[in-house]
């Protein structure tokens, strides 16, 4: 536009034009114009080394050349520090935040037969698929979702098995709650959720189980004691199980065949689990935790109920507006007939005390080692005998990076009626959650920072038999040879 400018000032020949001004005009005119080219050239370089440094992924360290004009000095920046900052931007797009995880895993399930229990020969390849979308609606609630893999009538498992020819599988909605947290030491939550004192120890909980309802939080601190005690949490769950809409029980009902009486109303069943946890340290190196919870379970016949073919249409199909291919799993209670739909405990009120130890700081070859004892026992208060549950653990290291190692051994006890199987690890109790006692061995090696080499060893015995005498019947009973499961996996996060 200037050269059309000095042109036509030029053509007009302007009294009093100098025609070394005009000369100079022109000259500073190519100046800049040469000045802008190299500007482009300079953003042009400047985006194709970005394009670089996002897609450069094998080398340790990068070189970014940012130019003058942006005010910033050429840097080396590493892969990783590259990653983090390149999964921050996409984990937080307009204001949500994105991650997962994908699990390839062996499963290899074994037994020998005898006269007691049939073979077992089970080796198939599973994987499992976890999406976590959340997103703060302001400093005080926070959304929460989280969609998964995993069979419709199998709650304790988001593992999908590599079977079915090539019809596509199912994901489903896991999770999905609101958090409201007025301050820090207040949470009330209210969807489906992890249950309020899950720990992921296999012991009460299996850790693909998640619970709809409610709970809520109240965290405080201590002052100086002798335990070193700092913090204490309330805890308290509420969750809703079913809700079978029968005001007037007729005698065909399934519901029958659970201890429901005819001509009467059939109520929901539902879980109320209050709780404490106190956490502090003895002295600068160990910190020590303790819990204690207890939990009521109303009109528990209905899980039970839930798990046998005539039940499951009552209790689980008619409110998901879809038909199940067959009973939820993870039976392994006592119960009064053989697969029957009625406990042989009266009730469930489980008592369940947790200690746990941690050395804080154990360093082996310059890794950090984390060493931790975990002891958890219960006992059914609602039954009257073969009613108690105990683990031990030790654990010796943690996977967060590559090279990181992690070793774990447990060992269990669950005796037929010390809680509910349906809800309890199906890996810890392959074929039965209750009366059963397993070693079970783990060993992990991270192998990237976004990926580990799982290994799980569980060897199971059952503890009792069935005694039609006392109408106590279980589905896997004592005598059985040894159940070996073994899994091996790859876990990556994202």
């Not at 036509?8 to 022109?26: M, N």
């Not at 000095?73 to 990653?83: E, N, R």
């Not at 994987?127 to 979308?133: A, E, G, H, T, V």
Request: proline letters at 4%.
């Amino acid at each position: 536009m200037l050269t059309a400018v000095l042109c036509a000032f030029s053509a007009f020949g302007a009294e009093g034009a100098d025609a070394d001004d005009i000369k100079s005009l022109r000259e500073q005119l190519a100046r800049q114009q040469a000045q802008i080219a190299e500007l482009q050239k300079t953003l042009e370089a400047q985006g194709r080394a970005l394009d670089r440094l996002a897609q450069q992924s094998s080398s340790n360290v990068v070189t970014a050349a940012v130019p003058a004009a942006t005010a910033l000095k050429a840097s080396s920046v590493s892969v990783d520090d590259l990653a983090k900052k390149t999964e921050a931007v996409s984990k937080n797009l307009g204001g949500f935040q994105f991650s997962g995880d994908f699990r390839y895993r062996l499963d290899v399930q074994a037994r020998s037969s005898n006269e007691v229990a049939a073979p077992l020969q089970n080796v198939r390849s599973r994987y499992r698929l976890r999406l976590n979308i959340d997103k703060d609606l302001d400093p005080r609630f926070r959304f929460h979702m989280q969609l998964s893999t995993g069979p419709y009538n199998n709650a304790i498992t988001n593992d999908q098995d590599m079977a079915g020819t090539v019809a596509k599988h199912p994901i489903s909605i896991a999770e999905a709650y609101v958090n409201f947290h007025p301050n820090a030491n207040v949470s009330l939550r209210g969807g489906r959720m992890e249950e309020v004192f899950a720990d992921n120890m296999r012991f009460l909980w299996d850790d693909d189980v998640r619970f709809n309802g409610f709970h809520q939080t109240l965290k405080g601190s201590f002052g100086s004691n002798p335990l070193g005690f700092k913090t204490v949490e309330l805890r308290v769950g509420e969750y809703i199980l079913s809700n079978p809409a029968v005001y007037v029980l007729p005698a065909n009902s399934p519901f029958v065949a659970a201890g429901y009486q005819v001509g009467q109303k059939v109520r929901d069943a539902n879980l109320f689990h209050p709780g404490v946890i106190l956490r502090g340290d003895l002295g600068s190196a160990w910190s020590h935790q303790i819990l204690g919870t207890f939990q009521i379970y109303r009109n528990p016949n209905q899980i039970q109920l839930a798990s046998t073919a005539a039940g499951f249409p009552v209790v689980v199909t008619k409110d998901l507006g879809f038909v199940l291919s067959g009973p939820i799993g993870g039976t392994g209670n006592g119960t009064t007939l053989p697969g029957g739909a009625t406990y042989f405990a009266p009730d469930f009120h489980i008592a369940h005390l947790g200690y746990r130890l941690e050395r804080k700081g154990v360093s082996i070859g310059g890794r950090e080692m984390p060493l931790w004892f975990d002891l958890q026992a219960a006992r059914n208060t609602g039954a009257s005998s073969l009613r108690d549950a105990l683990m031990a653990s030790v654990n010796l290291g943690a996977v967060r990076k590559a090279g990181d190692l992690r070793t774990l051994y447990q060992f269990a006890i669950k005796d037929a009626n010390s809680m509910i199987s349906q809800f309890t690890d199906d890996d810890l109790g392959t074929g039965s959650g209750v009366n059963i006692a397993v070693h079970a061995l783990r060993f992990d090696l991270g192998l990237t920072r976004f990926l580990q080499w799982q290994n799980l060893l569980f060897i199971q015995n059952q503890r009792r038999a069935s005694n039609p005498s006392e109408q106590f019947f279980v589905p896997l009973q004592r005598g059985a040879n040894s159940t070996f499961r073994y899994l091996g996996q790859l876990a990556f996060t994202f």
